[in-house]
């Protein structure tokens, strides 16, 4: 998980969002807002909509690789992910900047799930709703779950390049960066699904194979267009996470550490 890239929706469809997002302020009560958001993101969040072709189309140039999940890098993005749920934050429904793309592994487990530091004790309070207790706002207090669009989820934690290819928080235990990297992590099930840590090791071992190819060819005297497009390719492979941390972390293992001493140029991408 890394900091998205900030792009702009077109004014246009971002002046639609507005007005979409207008119906939704407009309506007397919470728990009014609350079912309006549901309805009318169901009702327009569809291939018909032109605004939500644009919105998709713009979070799908977010992803990496082939339209990959911005949450877990591995399967394919096909959902409208809110960050802020919109059945607790209904003014943010229809806000561009709380949309990312995410798979269905990702998004529907944490569904409604979201926490914020209470403001009295500053302690991590998860927000829960029991079924059939009236609607109310959640408490104030700032947010638990890293945005990935707005903080870079590596300040926060860092991938076990070396054994497990899990994530483990960096802050010190009991810290809040410890707890929302801990947060994050457990929400979005990054550590315990099986087949993420197994994708991010085949990861390492075709980054490391891409940058041998391309010290290779460079040392060959390949054409500047030919690296500029195995530079692309490494640019659009999956897991961008992994690409990441093995810049970060090249110290760590020797193969890396020259091989980036050779191709330094390779830091910038
Ligand atoms: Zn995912």
Same mark, same amino acid.
């Given at each position: ?49 032109? *605004? +939500? /072709?644009? =919105? ?10 082939? !339209?990959?999940?911005?949450?877990? #890098? ?89 054994? *497990? +290819? /899990?994530? =483990? ?10 707890? !929302?990297?801990?947060?994050?992590? #457990? ?83």
């Amino acid at each position: 998980m890394i900091l998205l890239p900030v792009l702009a929706l077109a004014p246009e469809a971002q002046g639609i969002l507005h007005e979409y997002q207008s119906e939704v302020d407009g309506k007397p009560s919470y728990a009014e807002q609350v079912e309006a958001a549901a309805t009318l993101f169901k009702a327009r969040n569809k291939s018909s909509n032109k *605004t +939500f /072709r644009e =919105v998709r189309a713009k979070l799908h140039e977010m992803c990496s690789g082939a !339209r990959r999940c911005c949450y877990c #890098e591995d399967s394919c993005a096909d959902e409208v992910e809110h960050i802020r749920p919109k059945n607790l934050y209904p003014e943010q429904v229809f806000v561009w900047e709380n949309y990312v793309y995410a798979c269905g592994p990702c998004n529907g487990p944490k569904n409604n799930r979201y926490a914020v530091f209470a403001k009295s004790d500053g302690n991590l309070l998860p927000i829960v709703r029991p079924k059939g207790a009236p609607l109310q706002p959640p408490p104030a207090g700032d947010h638990v779950l890293i945005d990935p669009r707005r903080e870079n989820p590596l300040d926060f934690m860092e991938l076990d390049l070396l054994g *497990t +290819f /899990r994530f =483990v928080p960096t802050a010190n235990p009991g810290t809040r960066e410890y707890h !929302r990297a801990k947060y994050t992590i #457990e929400v979005l099930h990054l550590n315990d699904r099986d087949i993420l840590p197994d994708a991010r090791r085949c990861a390492i071992g075709s980054y490391k194979a891409r940058l041998h190819e391309y010290r290779n060819q460079k040392e060959s005297g390949i054409s500047v267009d030919d690296l500029k497009q195995l530079i692309q390719g490494i640019r659009r492979m999956p897991h961008p996470t992994v690409w990441a941390e093995i810049k970060r972390q090249r110290q760590l293992h020797a193969e890396l550490a020259v091989l980036f001493d050779v191709v330094p140029e390779a830091l910038d991408w």
